[in-house]
């Protein structure tokens, strides 16, 4: 135990100094820890989860440019994820379909998901609609995108979002490499450790720091994926959908376009209402009404006939 205690104290005096370069955060204790806690083996669970994860400032292999030839300072390489969201309407929804999914292929990528559904129009004509949902090289997105529009009916829709996950990342890389410092020197106490006790001890610290490498490896894996290829959702409508009303011989447009088509939704859902109402829910209720009405008369002559006996005069006495 002796022989063991100054390796834990130099991996603790490591682990706690490598953000000397940075102001030093504020350290909270769990309950029953303080700053002069035992550093034993039986405590190292304790103490390491307790430890702060210190950044590092990231070497010029990882992810750093130089631009030494203006001496401009270096800067990190950011790391944006781009998505696209796209409506069209087109003129044969399965031929779009098909050559989206084609599309993505070709430029490197793969479907996600494609679906093909029926929806209906106006007049409650029915009509195919889809939804696409693809992953292309994001250096690729802006031709994808003019492909995918190129000679349709309408684009209602498209939309570019770009979210920068550069601090994210270089905080999971600093955290990577204190995580994997902290294992191979956990790895050289356990090679020193002859106790049964130490050795399960620094077993388990063992074992919780190489889960936490994989999660960060993880969640790095899903980031540089996420950055390398973009999402682009596509849904596909049918021409149909969007003939343009007309009164009379008038076309009208904007807001007039708009009322009116409300007004007419209105009248639609009210007549389908009255139709559904007469048809189904009102035979229903007549169904029901009628016992429930038989059995009430019922009741009311029984009710009656009892009142009456209870009213009637005592005969006289003979």
Known sequence: MKKILPFILLVGFLLTACGTSRQA?????????????DLSVSAWPAATAMAPAMEEA?????GMTSNSGNGAASQVQRMVIKNADLAIVVSDVEARMKAINDLAVNMGGYVVSSNLYQSYTNDYVEVPEASVVIRVPSEKLKEVLESITKDTVEVQNENVTSQDITPDYVDLKSRLKNLESAEAQLEDIMKNA???EDV???FNQLTYYREQI???????????????LSAVS??????????PIKVAGWEPKGVARDAIQNLIYFFQDFISFLIYFTLNTLPKLIVISIPLYLVFLGLRVVYRKLRRNKVKPAEPAG
């Open 200 to 202: 399960i001890n620094v």
């Open 234 to 243: 596509v849904r596909i409508i049918a021409e149909e959908t969007i003939q």
């Open 194 to 196: 002859t106790e049964t």
């Open 214 to 228: 994989e999660l960060v490896k993880g969640q790095m894996k899903y980031y540089e994926e996420s950055v390398a």
């Open 25 to 37: 955060p504020d350290i909270h204790y769990a309950s029953g820890a303080g700053p002069d806690m």
């Open 58 to 62: 990231p070497s010029p292999e990882d």
